[in-house]
């Protein structure tokens, strides 16, 4: 049950996300969050607070990339929950071209309803090229 209710709060705040609102998903996390993006890419690196988090958001936004989590497990009591999320990700221009896309898996802990840490594992590789094809269409960071 837990499961279902948290794909559903997801889904929802990816939605807007998805349609240029950070807010839904930025209000999920604590003040103090850490969210952690592997590789070697312009992206990644470790955002500390809804600031960094919420510029982290927009610039994803203003790439163009679309988020779309497929399943989401969740376990714990609400002072102490995991939650998984398996997702796609992807980029498609306006011409229908499919430049990137990507799978991977957000690992979150959280409090009382806001995510404390957060962590992405997905094809680092894949991000890099992303930077490549972004830089190419002078859409840089």
Known sequence: MISWLALRIVRH???????GDVRPLLRTFRKDAIDRFPGESSWSAEYRGREQIGSFLRRFI???LKLHPQE????????NMTVCV???DHLTTPEGETPYRNRGVLYLKMRW???????AFLDTQRVAKLDEWLAAHGKTA
Not at 113 to 119: D, N, P, R
């Open 72 to 79: 989401v497990v969740a376990k714990g009591p609400p002072w």
């Open 62 to 64: 203003d790439a163009g």
């Open 86 to 88: 398996l997702f796609n």
């Open 113 to 119: 309803g806001k995510v404390v840490t957060q962590e």
């Open 13 to 19: 705040a990816t939605d807007r996300l998805n349609a």
